[in-house]
């Protein structure tokens, strides 16, 4: 038993589209024109800007899927290049933020399906983390049936997004195209504006940035991709613009509508753009938003799992985690995930994560393309049926550099010192790690009896998709 390739080209592109777009797209263009000094010229310069920065940053990391075709990709690479304690590293801070992640967007995804029934007034706490619970765990069931199984509902779920967002973007055309005043007035002018400083910027690029996050999906789950050396970037060369192109026309046409203030100040865009426009449909746009959202929730799931499935088989998770059920999924790592998720919707409050998991992911960013040189000098006959060019990795790195330093720089706050913190903590868990039996005869049993209450099994091949020599790449890529 092992996991299946079962996602080509079609598909990857579909999993791109779900992972990508989920609530960025209805939460960032607040963000971002707050940062910009609502700058309407600014704001879409820097949402276009974000685009070409994750393309070549996608691109780069490309290399990783392609080289090491496994699951968890990026996990088993940094313990290759960098040593376990980096790999370790990126593991602490993933196991964090993915279930920090996931219960925002779940309680978020709450919050839009509730909030038509409280016109006028905020939903209650009690129903939104009931129902974020609901969705998590139906959510975990699904991922259980197995990647074909999530990839037929992601297909599902972006055609709706996908139909949501066109309508946004369509009806903002057709409102500058009739030349009304109202529509037109805030981009006339529009470089006359104030301009941010580059502190204001850094942020602003966060918060662009973030409605980007979830193009690593593919080298996450490259174990699972067909002919990865090929659909990995072809997926990425196509399905990244296609998202930029709506991102940008959306932008347009919540400033079509809404004034930057507006825009600010409101809690859900879609929504205030609905209700002044047609608002009988605020119920479309909130199953959109909904859908939108469940659908970049299932594939972080996915992300998630795959790497505490392969950080489990390089030893440093519990081996349970790397077993599979009879539909090839890692059934003991998306139950952890989703427990961790689950204890956060009932502890935390619907907080603003943007910023500091954006710092999380371009320093784990950073460090991939670090490894991605050193690798290169000290195994240059390895075979990479994709190779990035240079410009490329080096233009990532300076990407994660300005993003991380210049907030730190600028603007020093206490809770960027916590988040580092936080960060080079994972170091002291791992010397505890290595330093603890973890082969006790107790855990075996414990091991023993999860394994029969699951019905899961080892994998059979542990360096399955492992790419070391060409003749091992014949069977993978053809």
Same mark, same amino acid.
């Given at each position: 038993?092992?996991?299946?390739?079962?996602?080509?080209?079609?598909?990857?592109?579909?999993?791109?589209?779900?992972?990508?777009?989920?609530?960025?797209?209805?939460?960032?263009?607040?963000?971002?024109?707050?940062?910009?000094?609502?700058?309407?010229?600014?704001?879409?310069?820097?949402?276009?800007?974000?685009? *070409?920065?994750?393309?070549?940053?996608?691109?780069?990391?490309?290399?990783?899927?392609?080289?090491?075709?496994?699951?968890?990709?990026?996990?088993?690479?940094?313990?290759?290049?960098?040593?376990?304690?980096?790999?370790?590293?990126? &593991?602490?801070?993933?196991?964090?933020?993915?279930?920090?992640?996931?219960?925002?967007?779940?309680?978020?995804?709450?919050?839009?399906?509730?909030?038509?029934?409280?016109?006028?007034?905020?939903?209650?706490?009690?129903?939104?983390?009931? #129902?974020?619970?609901?969705?998590?765990? =139906?959510?975990?069931?699904?991922?259980?049936?197995?990647?074909?199984?999530?990839?037929?509902?992601?297909?599902? =779920?972006?055609?709706?997004?996908?139909?949501? #967002?066109?309508?946004?973007?369509?009806?903002?055309?057709?409102?500058?195209?009739?030349?009304?005043?109202?529509?037109?007035?805030?981009?006339?002018?529009?470089?006359?504006?104030?301009?941010?400083?580059?502190?204001?910027?850094?942020?602003?690029?966060?918060?662009?940035?973030?409605? +980007?996050?979830?193009?690593?999906?593919?080298?996450?789950?490259?174990?699972?991709?067909?002919?990865?050396?090929?659909?990995?970037?072809?997926?990425?060369?196509?399905?990244?613009?296609?998202?930029?192109? *709506?991102? &940008?026309?959306?932008? *347009?046409?919540?400033?079509?509508?809404?004034?930057?203030?507006?825009?600010?100040?409101?809690?859900?865009?879609?929504?205030?753009?609905?209700?002044?426009?047609?608002?009988?449909?605020?119920?479309?746009?909130?199953?959109?938003?909904?859908?939108?959202?469940?659908?970049?929730?299932?594939?972080?799931?996915?992300?998630? =799992?795959?790497?505490?499935?392969?950080?489990?088989?390089?030893?440093? &998770?519990?081996?349970?985690?790397?077993?599979?059920?009879?539909?090839?999924?890692?059934?003991?790592?998306?139950?952890?995930?989703?427990?961790?998720?689950?204890?956060?919707?009932?502890?935390?409050?619907?907080?603003?994560?943007?910023?500091?998991?954006?710092?999380?992911?371009?320093?784990?960013?950073?460090?991939?393309?670090?490894?991605?040189?050193?690798?290169?000098?000290?195994?240059?006959?390895?075979?990479?049926? +994709?190779?990035?060019?240079?410009?490329?990795?080096?233009?990532?790195?300076?990407?994660?550099?300005?993003?991380?330093?210049?907030? &730190?720089?600028?603007?020093?706050?206490?809770?960027?010192?916590?988040?580092?913190?936080?960060?080079?903590?994972?170091?002291?868990? +791992?010397?505890?790690? *290595?330093?603890?039996?973890?082969?006790?005869?107790?855990?075996?049993?414990?091991?023993?009896?999860?394994?029969?209450?699951?019905?899961?099994?080892?994998?059979?091949?542990?360096?399955?998709?492992?790419?070391?020599?060409?003749?091992?790449?014949?069977?993978?890529?053809?």
């Amino acid at each position: 038993m092992q996991l299946l390739r079962a996602i080509g080209f079609f598909r990857g592109n579909i999993l791109i589209l779900s992972a990508t777009i989920g609530a960025g797209i209805f939460v960032s263009p607040k963000g971002v024109l707050k940062y910009s000094s609502l700058n309407v010229a600014v704001s879409l310069s820097i949402w276009a800007a974000c685009a *070409v920065l994750t393309l070549i940053s996608a691109l780069s990391h490309a290399e990783l899927g392609t080289t090491f075709p496994i699951s968890g990709a990026q996990y088993y690479f940094l313990k290759r290049s960098l040593g376990s304690s980096v790999a370790f590293l990126n &593991l602490w801070i993933k196991l964090f933020t993915h279930p920090l992640r996931l219960a925002t967007e779940s309680l978020l995804l709450s919050t839009y399906t509730i909030q038509p029934f409280y016109a006028g007034c905020p939903a209650p706490e009690l129903p939104k983390r009931c #129902l974020a619970l609901a969705v998590l765990w =139906s959510l975990g069931l699904l991922n259980a049936r197995g990647v074909q199984t999530v990839a037929w509902l992601q297909t599902v =779920s972006t055609l709706a997004k996908m139909t949501v #967002l066109c309508f946004i973007c369509f009806t903002g055309i057709v409102l500058l195209g009739m030349g009304e005043r109202e529509n037109v007035a805030r981009f006339e002018n529009a470089l006359d504006a104030e301009l941010p400083d580059i502190s204001q910027i850094a942020e602003a690029f966060l918060q662009g940035l973030f409605a +980007y996050s979830g193009t690593s999906i593919l080298n996450s789950m490259a174990g699972e991709i067909k002919n990865p050396g090929k659909n990995i970037p072809k997926s990425l060369i196509t399905g990244i613009p296609t998202v930029a192109v *709506v991102y &940008l026309l959306a932008n *347009v046409s919540y400033l079509a509508v809404l004034t930057p203030k507006e825009i600010v100040s409101a809690d859900a865009v879609a929504l205030t753009w609905t209700d002044k426009i047609i608002p009988s449909m605020q119920w479309v746009i909130s199953f959109g938003i909904s859908t939108s959202v469940f659908s970049t929730m299932c594939c972080t799931v996915l992300s998630a =799992s795959r790497m505490i499935y392969r950080a489990s088989q390089e030893g440093q &998770l519990p081996f349970i985690f790397s077993m599979l059920n009879k539909h090839s999924c890692p059934t003991m790592a998306v139950s952890q995930l989703i427990i961790l998720t689950s204890i956060v919707i009932i502890t935390s409050d619907l907080i603003n994560l943007i910023r500091y998991s954006g710092l999380a992911l371009w320093f784990l960013r950073g460090l991939h393309m670090i490894g991605l040189l050193k690798l290169r000098y000290q195994e240059p006959n390895l075979p990479r049926p +994709y190779k990035v060019p240079l410009p490329f990795i080096f233009g990532s790195i300076a990407i994660s550099l300005f993003l991380i330093l210049t907030p &730190l720089i600028k603007t020093p706050k206490m809770e960027h010192v916590y988040g580092l913190i936080f960060i080079f903590s994972g170091l002291l868990c +791992y010397w505890i790690h *290595v330093h603890l039996n973890q082969h006790s005869v107790s855990f075996v049993k414990v091991t023993c009896y999860l394994q029969l209450l699951f019905n899961v099994s080892p994998p059979e091949d542990h360096n399955e998709g492992i790419s070391t020599e060409k003749s091992d790449l014949k069977e993978i890529f053809l």
